[in-house]
């Protein structure tokens, strides 16, 4: 853990990262207001009056709305993140470390999954089963597999003729035993890496599809159906499209900072 | 008439796809017999780790079989195999890679346990570790370090305490002490000795260092280009070899008595594409028009001592041989 502090990247990472864990923590407890409280004489009221971030046009408390978003997308990043990581490093295990036919069969499935854009292969998915938080995160998850797949079976591929491994085998180890006590946790910070950028996809695509109106419904909170709803009031309010633009940005950077840097700890190493 | 452990009869690996092969082991026969050393030497490359690879059940054969106790392991499963797997162990050349970096001493040495001893309970298991980190000359404060934190020497009896843990019959050593500092070296020969004496373990022992295998090995088999060319007691190997191939090996490290240095000229023909008839040939200074197009067969001579070549008696010791002669200009 120690030694990604050398990395810029991650270091910058680390901080845009506490702070919305931060927030988050926070939100988990206490918000200033009711996320869907409406308050017709204070709309679109500025910040640092009553409310610290100023109120939408429903009079409903900015801030509180923010933080529940945050939730949300801490949410579906983690779901996302583990559902696509699990899925990805079973198949990329078993791949990677039997190699052969299986191996080219997946692998081809896999390139034809990546040559596709991702947001239109989530949007077909929702468009079929429906949207709603269960369906954003499923859809999300089916497109992060493939990364986490691609980064196990490398690290497979590199550690399967080790001489540990031979050794392991002369052992009597089976080759679950091989897979995932003795290769996985040799590649566990590129898998951590992978999830960390996983994890900005995730919340970048989540409020992506909100914003389009195929994520998470109102009047629940989101980043991007805070996003879509500010924008028609972008001249009247322009601090209200800034916010949520805000919380997006820190948590998306913060997450991709922390993958780079410890991408390139792993690389240097 | 010690009893064979191992016995290999014509056996033959071959590497590669529909393009390129490579006969890495040809057609090799011979026994290992009960408690003893079998040395195997050879330049890089002429099949050493194949052929222990195929020992300890790593690859199979592709064709020939190879015996353990009596049972034939060539054509086993591995499922099959699993029942020999305590009994036959290896050690690795490189400390450094046959341990796992992201596991504890201590964990490692308790796996082979878990592994083949299910019904061990947890403080006999943990005895066990204790007991065997002493056997090597370490002790328990050693359970709790990462292998990153030992020495190449310590690594490598960490390693001989994983092999030895489940108290084989047969280890393969390949290559024990290459990568180690030559003060290290003489520790984990002597310990490797002392644990056969202790033990009663047969062992293969891999090396290109021909000091390190005179030393070690009860009897010598030579490889080259995959093929047994001479084999017999380490006092025949290293002193009166009588094949060309074996002479000229022994003779660079023979200076000091005397005897001369026979320099082969070229270079190790590819495996991929091995000479006709005796697969020497190319650099043999003895080569005759015989040794072109027919193979020498692995001949006895005397008994326990093996040698592939036509004119195994064409150059007695002492006798000065006009083709020795001219190599050396
Ligand atoms: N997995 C493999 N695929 C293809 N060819 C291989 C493979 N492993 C080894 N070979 C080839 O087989 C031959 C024998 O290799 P092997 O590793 O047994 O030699 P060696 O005697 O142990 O050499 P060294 O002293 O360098 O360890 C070599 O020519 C090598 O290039
Ligand atoms: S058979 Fe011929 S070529 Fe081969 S080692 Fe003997 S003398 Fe040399
Ligand atoms: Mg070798």
Known sequence: ?269 | MPERLITLENVTKIYGGRKRTVKAVDHVTFDIYRGETLGLVGESGCGKSTTGNMLVHLLNADSGTIRFDGQEITAMSEREFKKLRSDIQMIFQDPYASLNPQKKIGWLLEEPLLIHHKEMSKEDRSRKVDEILRVVGLDESYRDRYPRQLSGGQRQRVCIALALIVNPAFVVADEPVSALDVSVQAQILNLMKKLQRDYHLTYLFISHDLGVVSYMADRIAVMYLGNIVEMGTEEQISRHARHPYTQALFSASADEEGRERIILDGDVPSPSNPPSGCPFHTRCFRCREKCLDQKPELCEMEPGWKIACHYPHEWEEGEDSPQRKAVEV
């Open chain 1, 1 to 269: 853990m120690k030694k990604y502090f050398s990395s810029m990247s991650f270091c910058v990472g680390f901080v845009l990262v506490s702070f919305m864990l931060f927030v988050l923590v926070v939100s988990l407890f206490w918000l200033p207001y009711d996320t869907t409280a409406m308050d017709m004489s204070h709309k679109l009221s500025g910040p640092f009056g009553g409310h610290l971030l100023g109120t939408d046009q429903f009079g409903r408390d900015i801030l509180s709305r923010l933080m529940k978003g945050v939730q949300v997308s801490f949410l579906i990043g983690l779901l996302v993140v583990a559902f696509g990581s699990i899925m990805g490093i079973l198949i990329g295990s078993f791949a990677g470390y039997f190699g052969g036919k299986v191996d080219e069969v997946i692998m081809k499935l896999i390139d034809t999954q990546m040559a596709f854009p991702g947001v239109l292969l989530a949007m077909m998915l929702i468009a079929v089963f429906g949207n709603g938080l269960f369906n954003t995160v499923l859809a999300l998850a089916i497109m992060s597999v493939p990364r986490f797949a691609r980064i196990t079976r490398s690290g497979y591929m590199k550690y399967r003729e080790a001489d540990f491994v031979k050794a392991e085998r002369i052992r009597g180890a089976g080759s679950l035993r091989i897979m995932f006590v003795h290769i996985l946790p040799n590649i566990k910070s590129e898998i951590v890496a992978t999830a960390s950028l996983a994890f900005a996809g995730a919340v970048m695509s989540e409020a992506g599809l909100s914003y389009l109106g195929m994520g998470v419904q109102p009047p629940d909170p989101s980043l991007g159906i805070m996003l879509s709803e500010a924008q028609d009031y972008i001249l009247r309010a322009g601090w209200y499209v800034l916010i949520p633009c805000a919380a997006i940005t820190i948590l998306v950077m913060g997450f991709n900072l922390v993958g780079d840097g410890i991408q390139e700890i792993n690389e240097r190493r």
